[in-house]
């Protein structure tokens, strides 16, 4: 069965920092690898995807992520944090019988 | 011109009632899910439809029974509700399952619809 790990539950950064979320999948075939972002009393809605191509994928508000299909990863960073990047973010993984599967999530705080 | 949308947006209820929660796509979507998030925010996949036929049902109680009369609608309905099924409940869409059509399967989600059970 698939699973999806992240590694950081709350994670607490101060304005400018730089982000890296860790995201680690666990299946054998071929996956669509997705980060969402979970804004305070919204729904989610897609940050960035990887489904093919350059494993270095470029989302909405900076945001990337690099596929590293050896260690399992799909790893979202930012350089430089705001305020308004507060959320939850959910790693993502799909498979081709279309099932899908969600990380716990990663609360993340800026401070301004 | 809401792309995904779901009814109620709050419930509130009392044990052992049965309630149905509505979700509409007006995406032209073949594919559709419910999600359930719990007080942690974790986000598990229920069921999925395409083409208003059931391809994913996860371990749910028998009690939650999806209906899909469409495409564009996936409804929720749950019998005898119980305190544990109080949650954010979400409904997604997305253009095709898996991985087979290059990133079709991005999904959409719906505002939420926050159930209480008392």
């Known amino acids: 069965a698939q699973s999806v790990s992240q590694h950081n539950h709350h994670v607490i950064l101060s304005e400018a920092a730089s982000l890296e979320l860790g995201c680690n999948y666990s299946y054998g075939g071929t996956v669509n690898l997705f980060w969402y972002v979970q804004y305070p009393g919204q729904h989610l809605q897609l940050l960035l995807k990887y489904f093919s191509g350059d494993p270095l994928v470029k989302g909405i508000k900076g945001f990337e992520a690099e596929f590293i299909k050896s260690k399992f990863s799909f790893n979202l960073r930012k350089p430089s944090v705001q305020w308004s990047d507060t959320a939850e973010y959910f790693c993502a993984v799909n498979t081709r019988a279309g099932k899908s599967t969600f990380g716990d999530g990663t609360t993340l705080t800026v401070k301004p | 011109d809401t792309a995904v949308s779901q009814t109620p947006k709050y419930l509130v209820t009392q044990m052992g009632n049965d309630k149905s929660i509505k979700c509409e796509q007006n995406l032209g979507h073949d594919t559709m899910y419910w999600y359930k998030q719990d007080s942690k925010k974790f986000l598990k996949i229920m069921f999925s439809y395409n083409n208003k036929e059931l391809i994913i049902n996860e371990t749910v109680p028998n009690r939650f029974s999806p209906k899909s009369p469409d495409k564009a609608h996936l409804n929720l309905h749950i019998n005898s509700l119980e305190l544990g099924d109080s949650a954010v409940y979400f409904c997604?869409?997305?253009?095709?399952?898996?991985?087979?059509?290059?990133?079709?399967?991005?999904?959409?989600f719906g505002p939420g619809t926050r159930l209480t059970v008392l």
């Open positions: 997604a869409s997305s253009q095709a399952p898996g991985t087979s059509g290059g990133g079709t399967d991005t999904q959409y």
